[in-house]
């Protein structure tokens, strides 16, 4: 998960490596009960001289896996939130990847948003603020937003200070959560 060591700059080090929170499977997770109990119960319904009818409601409830349920979750492992002590990296995709490096040195505010779902879940969305065409990204279910919230922050300050943070301030583990 995150992103590789040999794509780092010099001198550049992963403060914190996570992915969006596990929250966005519980959806396809009831998905994929409704459709094997439903495609159970259909084909539980069909006459035994009709079993190509039974192919067929298998298939449905294949086409629908996919594309409610398996197409999620690739979405969920694919998807990761990467801050280095220099930038904000994001991936995701599962054929196309798209991916997008922000300098910290960019960024002008740092705020974040939780529902009351979210904070039942202890996840949240990001918000950063940058100079650039877009002016903001959001990185949505981020898991412990708050905890991201202030290591971005401290970041932020130790940049603008012209100073690197310090390991009792910052850390210098990877945090990944």
Known sequence: MGISPRLLGDGERVVISTRTHSKALVGPILVFIVIC???GFL???????LAWLRWIVAAIAVAAGVAWVLTPLLRWL???YTVTNHRLITRRGVFTRLGHDLPLSRVHDVSYERS????LFGCGTLVVSAA?????????????????????SGLLISDRDGVEGSAASYGQDVDRR
């Open 37 to 39: 109990a439903l495609a």
């Open 43 to 49: 084909a539980a319904l069909v006459p035994p001289d």
């Open 78 to 80: 694919t998807t990761s």
């Open 116 to 119: 009351l779902l979210d904070r």
């Open 132 to 152: 650039s065409e877009d002016g903001q990204i959001r990185l949505t279910d981020v898991p412990n937003v708050e905890h991201l919230h202030l290591r971005v």
